[in-house]
């Protein structure tokens, strides 16, 4: 098969993992691509997004998968349908779920799945004599999962509204979501799905903050755990039916012919789960702990669900636990440096396994020049293991940090410690 992915994240970089596995003489294309990603696909380079689509379609591609979400915001996937290619992610009509939090809260409140309760401002000094601290504070469009604050103190406040209203980091039209502060532990489920059909991958764990024990700024995710283990059978049961049935419920009263993914970012609390947000896309740095468990035709088990018939025996996940963490450019998510040389990368094999460890390296901003590679953003790599002994897969990884790493390089240290869900 001709398989082309768009994006070129560590989400990006396994998804392309996994597809290549699928099936050995599978043809990887890319855009735009990373230094990992560039070691598994065609050695084709797309200087723009107009080339890469002239080229999928003039070599009818079997298959396109799409990582980020502004691709799925812009429309790509309906380009792609009108002519005739076959694309995983939902049309743009159906990407309000995660483009616009005042829909995705209507949504929800509409179909009675669980969410907290919130509000709307279009201006900072109105949104400043109406909220009561704790206060979770939301941009209500794209962000690249750095438009939400939780703010515990009125400075907080006052450095969101400095960035939002004033700054306008995130642009132009402005509208903020101020949504009751919920107490609990976060969890990510995300399902793949068509019309009649859903798959649920393992459940997992994002750490969005930027250093250990949840302190500093939200990022785009620091690292993840994932397994099926990681809740108990009364939780998933309580998640399928207040959450996931309901929104699917809702995609076919809204008469959604929705295909791809879903990410349910959930709090679960004392009372149960609530919905803190929707994507339409599957999560980073989820994906990467959740395609590292990952076994068999990803390619075959996407293909049935666009045709109408999911086929749940082409993939299995193994019965383990699944940690990955982030390396990133120092001053990450604010400005950072690049073009720093990354030591130790090429001790890593053929399929990316490091030494003797069993850690799998993911790549996201980094570029390879000269047989060398170099950062190129602000998450720059993850280092992923399987096991079952929680304890043994992070002091795996936390180890391999000592063999790969670049100027101004860090990392959480506390990745992987794993939530009980079921106390409080």
Known sequence: MKIFVFGAGGREHALCRKLKESNKKNIIYSYPSNGGI???KENIKFDSIDEALKFII??????????????????LVDILEENKIKVFGPKKKYT??????NFAKEFMIKYNIPTSSYKVFFDENELKKNIDLPIVLKYDGLAAGKGVSVCFTEQEVENFCENVFRKKIFGENISVIAEKYL?????????????????????????????????????GGMGAIASYDLINKNLEEEIKDKIIFRTLNGLISEGFNYIGFIFFGLMITKDGPFVLEYNVRMGDPETQSIMNLLEGDFAEFLLSLINGNLNEKSIRFQDLFAINVVAASKGYPDNYEKNKLIEGINDFGQNEELLSDGVFIYHAGTIKKD????TNGGRVFSLCKNGEDIFQIRNDIYKSFNKVNFEGMFYRKDIGTYTDFNSF
């Open 96 to 101: 309000k779920l995660e483009s616009s939090k």
């Open 371 to 374: 047989q060398k590679f170099y």
């Open 38 to 40: 560039d070691c598994i």
């Open 183 to 219: 107490e609990g532990k976060e969890l990510s489920v995300i399902i793949a799905l068509n019309s009649k059909d859903y798959f649920i991958f393992p459940y997992s764990q994002d750490h969005k903050r930027a250093f250990d024990n949840n302190k500093g700024p939200n990022t």
């Open 58 to 75: 003039d070599n009818r591609i079997d298959l396109v998968v799409i990582g980020p979400e502004q691709y799925l915001v812009d429309g």
